[in-house]
T-cell receptor, first 113, second 113 residues
Framework: EAQVTQNPRYLITVTGKKLTVTCSQN?????MSWYRQDPGLGLRQIYY???????DKGDVPEGYKVSRKEKRNFPLILESPSPNQTSLYFC????????????FGPGTRLTVT | AQSVTQLDSQVPVFEEAPVELRCNYS??????LFWYVQYPNQGLQLLLK??????LVKGINGFEAEFNKSQTSFHLRKPSVHISDTAEYFC???????????FGTGTRLLVSP
């Protein structure tokens, strides 16, 4: 089954404790992206990757890091989480040149206390 | 820069009634417009897209949208909604290179019996 998986689905952590949210897709997609969803703000792009070893900032990259060492994986790293990063996070992927047709993961709900 | 505006944060409607969810866009170049749907506790999925051609586009689950260049709108419509249409709907615009999507803030459709 074609899918985007994220782990963990739920995470409660404390300020400053480094964490990684994993994202993996099995569709051989070149394009991958991370979004955060906040009430009243919709989805905002954090980082995206056009292909292996090619990443770029989205609209709200501060406080986040990403890497793309393999085509299927695109982890999101929060080196020193803060309460304002409490949010619902989505990973998505698509074929190159078709980023409008993105396949989304189920989401990761992160709470930073 | 492109942007989309969804003026209605929530639209309550009775089952079998028609519904229209409004979306207005802003762009200085050619636009490509999309509607995504997010069912409760799930990621987003593409509902329909406008890339070129006919201004009336049909999507999944009986939804359709009309691209109106003079009014810079891309409203989503369904002639008769079901309880299962209860979800959040996001309008989105893409740049010409399809390198990123910019989402609106979303409209929550609440269908009651």
């Amino acid at each position: 089954e074609a899918q985007v998986t994220q782990n963990p689905r739920y995470l409660i952590t404390v300020t400053g404790k480094k964490l990684t949210v994993t994202c993996s897709q099995n569709m051989n997609h070149e394009y991958m992206s991370w979004y955060r969803q906040d009430p009243g703000l919709g989805l905002r792009q954090i980082y995206y990757s056009m292909n292996v070893e090619v990443t770029d900032k989205g609209d709200v990259p501060e406080g986040y890091k990403v890497s793309r060492k393999e085509k299927r994986n695109f982890p999101l790293i929060l080196e020193s989480p803060s309460p304002n990063q409490t949010s619902l996070y989505f990973c998505a992927s698509s074929l190159a040149g078709r980023s409008y047709e993105q396949y989304f993961g189920p989401g990761t709900r992160l709470t930073v206390t | 820069a492109q942007s989309v505006t969804q003026l209605d944060s929530q639209v309550p409607v009775f089952e079998e009634a028609p519904v229209e969810l409004r979306c207005n866009y802003s762009s200085s170049v050619s636009v490509y417009l999309f509607w995504y749907v997010q069912y409760p506790n799930q990621g987003l999925q593409l509902l329909l897209k406008y890339l070129s051609g006919s201004t009336l586009v049909k999507g999944i689950n009986g939804f359709e949208a009309e691209f109106n260049k003079s009014q810079t709108s891309f409203h989503l419509r369904k002639p008769s909604v079901h309880i299962s249409d209860t979800a959040e709907y996001f309008c989105a615009v893409s740049d010409q290179g399809f390198q990123k999507l910019v989402f609106g803030t979303g409209t929550r459709l609440l269908v009651s019996p």
